[in-house]
């Protein structure tokens, strides 16, 4: 199968032929810290979009970063549109939709799959077995929920919620990474679908944008995997369809294996930029990630875009290194 083009855009029996219009979104994170994988991931998706009919949307994620600085959210953008992205709607601010993540809070609370929760994670700690070796989040079993569940009014008065996850596994497929199965209750438990700050917690406020946005296609970092089943469950708690289809790309790390982070070096895209680094240079270095070459060089964003294939893309993670920071800045 072509993983560049949308087969489930075919029209039901009956029905004139008007395509269903396709949309994905870029959702950066505004930490001031776009790096090169960051890069990376926007610029396949954008690719993939533009050769695929799809609509772009942009929304910054704000909600998803503990503390918003004042100019960053115009400052990921303008790294964003220097590397030559664009959009076709307004950029959404994701704080701004505060009412639509609360209207599906209480969508959730009467039908009684959540509950508001106020254990500290030293209680939840004490609770949980023997955390597995590289396990970042502790699991929430069903032992800790309130004895009292089943419908109820939400009401966001400085309590996290939960959702109540029911054992199984969560099925779908992936477009670039295959077939996955996640488990979300044996993973994670019952997870946090609002914080006591007052506002969603990143798996809903996503699920609830994109089906406002009308997102049909996720391009994103395969980190993120784990996240799209706890998401799929939500999309399917909320009555919410079509779910979106999914391409989890492989990350970009350091040598030593770890996700791409400071201790690697400065890779910022801004800071490269700051050194006179030009944005082919940024894109020849995706491309020779990506396998559009079989060696470093400056490549322009329109020719990124009609040679990209994810057919003949790596499957395994890229491993940025000094020889890729000395020829970018050579
Ligand atoms: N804002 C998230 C990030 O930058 C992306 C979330 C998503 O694509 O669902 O990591």
Same mark, same amino acid.
């Given at each position: 199968?072509?993983?560049?083009? %949308?087969?489930? +855009? ?14 994905? @979104?870029?959702?950066? +994170? ?7 994988? /960051? ?5 396949? /998706? ?8 799809? &609509? ?7 909600? !998803? ?11 990921? *953008?303008?790294? *964003? ?9 307004? $950029? ?22 959540? #509950?508001?929760?106020?254990?500290? @994670? ?22 800790? &929920?309130? %004895?009292?569940?089943? $419908?109820?009014?939400? !009401?966001?008065?400085?309590? /996290?919620? @939960? ?71 939500? #999309?399917?708690?909320?009555?919410? +369809?079509?779910? =979106?289809? #999914?391409?989890?790309? $492989? ?27 030009? =944005? ?15 060696? &470093? ?13 994810? /057919?003949?893309?790596?499957? +395994? ?14």
């Amino acid at each position: 199968m072509d993983v560049g083009e %949308n087969p489930d +855009s075919a029209q039901p029996e009956g029905h004139a032929a008007v395509a269903r219009q396709e949309i994905t @979104r870029l959702a950066p +994170s505004p930490t001031g810290a776009l790096h090169l994988g /960051n890069a990376r991931t926007f610029l396949v /998706n954008w690719a993939l979009a533009r050769t695929s009919g799809w &609509r772009v949307a942009m929304r910054v994620e704000d909600l !998803d970063t503990p503390r918003v600085k004042p100019g960053v959210i115009e400052q990921t *953008l303008d790294t *964003l549109a220097w590397l030559g992205l664009d959009w076709d709607s307004d $950029p959404v601010i994701q704080s701004d939709h505060a009412e639509a993540h609360a209207a599906a809070m209480e969508t959730l609370a009467r039908a009684g799959r959540v #509950y508001p929760c106020d254990l500290t @994670r030293s209680e939840i700690e004490a609770a949980a077995s023997a955390p597995h070796e590289g396990e970042r989040e502790q699991r929430f079993p069903p032992g800790l &929920r309130p %004895n009292t569940l089943g $419908p109820r009014a939400f !009401d966001d008065a400085g309590t /996290n919620w @939960r959702l109540i996850v029911e054992p199984g596994e969560i099925v779908f497929e992936d477009r670039f990474a295959g077939a996955q199965r996640v488990d979300p209750g044996a993973g994670v438990g019952d997870f946090v679908v609002w914080t006591k700050r007052g506002s969603a917690a990143y798996q809903l406020a996503v699920v609830v944008d994109d089906a406002a946005a009308g997102v049909t296609q996720i391009v994103r970092g395969d980190d993120l995997i784990d996240s799209a089943g706890r998401q799929v469950m939500l #999309y399917r708690a909320l009555g919410i +369809s079509p779910e =979106p289809t #999914y391409r989890h790309l $492989p990350l970009v790390r350091g040598a030593d294996g770890k996700r791409l982070a400071k201790r690697h070096g400065d890779t910022r895209i801004d800071a490269y930029r700051a050194q006179g680094v030009e =944005p082919s240079g940024i894109i020849g270095l995706c491309a020779y990630w990506c396998g559009i070459t079989a060696d &470093r060089s400056p490549m322009d964003l329109a020719e990124f875009r009609d040679r990209l294939d994810l /057919n003949t893309m790596p499957r +395994s993670d890229v491993v940025f290194g000094p020889e890729d920071d000395a020829w970018l800045t050579g």
